[in-house]
């Protein structure tokens, strides 16, 4: 008997087969038809023929008689859907007869036993060891650090407050007495380079050295207790105290129009407002510096040719006085003027003693005495007249060695004429230094401040939801990366 049972299976196999292979083919519906669908009856818990043969157990196809035929119930149109149509006498026979399932109509009902020879169906997705280990890391690499987060910045933070103060280095340019007359007025501006050179300072560490020297600021940074993020460590070297000022003063800057915004933090609102003030003071020294400094610069160059200038003229000054002195002669062109005049009184006397000589010489005779005196007189005079035309150096010579009034006033000349260039060389440089002064002064530079230091009313930092938020993305990335990385280790094995 097994054997005729298993070839009733296998040809109960095709048959199904050929008739899920025909039913995909045709439509499910049919115009002016509604179709309801209807489960099969549960086949019969009894052995079937094949296993009372003793042969493999398989499910025929044929339902029982007397049974509803599995298929779609296709109901009349104006009837309801899914009601019976009623006794109809087909060719099928028992209790409860109906229409046989078309050939272009799917059987519904439950999956196949196993054994039955149709296809079973895939189960449910079950979770095994490695999707608990991998919620289990979740658990205890990313909501527990978050959570660890949330409850050290609500819980041990500190809180901080916050002082702005905002300025700009300006630059007053004033016009001249002539541009004032004209209503010109000055120029206004700001200096980018001196704005640089400002942001520079005020990360530096001479800023952070002078304004801890000022105020205590490792004092005011680790007043909370307990907080080992936020607070200071007084013990810290000044490097640590830098990098702690580059943390808790943030600076803002605008190179396009030259301004300047600083954010000072601290654990007082009033520590805070005096950090902003004690930076804004040091910031306006050192521009007041680069001021003085570049004042400085511009008069410079004019201070030391002023004084290159005084020097000559006080050179020139001295050697002239030396000359006088040397030769007791105040001014020797005076005392050529005198012997000058003196021997043009030589020579007038001369022609009048020639005269009165002539006149003797002609009315007495030659033992005159008178003729003799009249003789001794010219002579004298011509002996006068020698001695005077050599001392101002007009015979040639001079008597003993000593210079002439012609050698004098040539090298008083030359003292007058090296004095005078002194003296409007120094005249010319005092001016310039002057118009370098004015110049400075019409060119300088302060620190204006738009916004003076605030006062906060209450605290703003730590930013907690932030930092939370920040922090909790970065830890989920991290765990995100090592799961990642371990599944791909996983695959490759």
Request: net charge neutral.
């Amino acid at each position: 008997m097994g054997g005729p049972a298993r070839g009733r299976g296998i040809r109960a196999g095709i048959r199904r087969a050929h008739y899920v292979a025909r039913t995909q083919q045709e439509p499910l519906e049919k115009p002016h038809l509604s179709v309801t669908q209807t489960p099969p009856p549960r086949p019969p818990k009894g052995p079937t023929p094949a296993a009372a043969g003793g042969g493999d157990k398989v499910a025929s196809l044929r339902p029982p008689s007397g049974a509803a035929p599995a298929g779609p119930q296709v109901s009349a149109p104006g009837k309801p859907a899914g009601k019976p149509a009623g006794p109809n006498p087909g060719p099928n026979k028992g209790p409860n007869p109906g229409p046989n399932p078309g050939p272009g109509r799917t059987p519904v009902g439950p999956a196949p036993r196993p054994g039955s020879g149709a296809p079973r169906m895939a189960s449910g997705a079950r979770l095994r060891r490695r999707h608990w280990s991998v919620l289990l890391s979740l658990v205890l690499g990313v909501f527990l650090p978050v959570l660890v987060v949330a409850g050290y910045l609500w819980l041990k933070a500190a809180d901080q407050y916050a002082s702005t103060v905002a300025f700009s280095v300006r630059t007053e340019e004033a016009g001249s007495p002539l541009e004032g007359l004209l209503g010109i007025p000055g120029i206004s501006g700001s200096s980018s380079s001196d704005t640089d050179i400002l942001y520079e300072f005020l990360q530096s560490q001479k800023l952070v050295e002078d304004i801890d020297a000022q105020i205590d600021l490792r004092g005011i940074w680790s007043k909370p207790s307990g907080d080992p993020v936020f607070a200071f460590d007084n013990d810290g070297t000044i490097e640590d105290l830098v990098e702690h000022w580059n943390r808790m003063v943030k600076i803002y800057y605008d190179d396009g129009a030259g301004l300047i915004e600083v954010r000072a933090l601290a654990f007082t609102a009033e520590d805070a407002q005096l950090l902003a003030q004690t930076l804004f003071e040091h910031s306006s020294e050192m521009i007041n510096a680069l001021s003085a400094i570049a004042r400085e610069d511009a008069i410079r160059y004019a201070r030391e040719d002023l004084n290159e200038a005084l020097d000559r003229l006080k050179t020139a000054r001295e050697a002239v006085t030396k000359f006088r002195n040397q030769n007791q002669l105040v001014d020797p062109s005076v005392d050529l003027q005198t012997q000058a005049g003196l021997l043009g009184t030589l020579e007038a006397q001369l022609a009048e003693a020639l005269i009165e000589f002539d006149l003797l010489a002609t009315s007495t005779r030659d033992d005159d005495p008178r003729v003799t005196q009249a003789q001794r007189r010219i002579e004298v005079i011509r002996d006068r007249i020698d001695a005077e035309r050599r001392k101002l150096g007009l015979a040639g010579g001079a008597e003993g060695g000593a210079d002439v009034y012609a050698n004098l006033f040539g090298e008083y000349e030359r003292l007058v004429v090296d004095r005078e260039f002194a003296e409007k060389s120094y005249t010319t440089a005092l001016a310039t230094y002057d118009a370098a002064q004015a110049e400075a002064r019409r060119q300088s530079r302060y620190l204006a401040a738009y916004v003076k230091p605030t006062l906060a009313e209450s605290s703003r930092y730590p930013e907690r939801v932030v930092l939370l938020g920040l922090s909790a993305l970065f830890i989920l990335l991290v765990w995100s990366t090592l799961v990642l990385v371990v599944y791909a280790l996983k695959d490759r094995r």
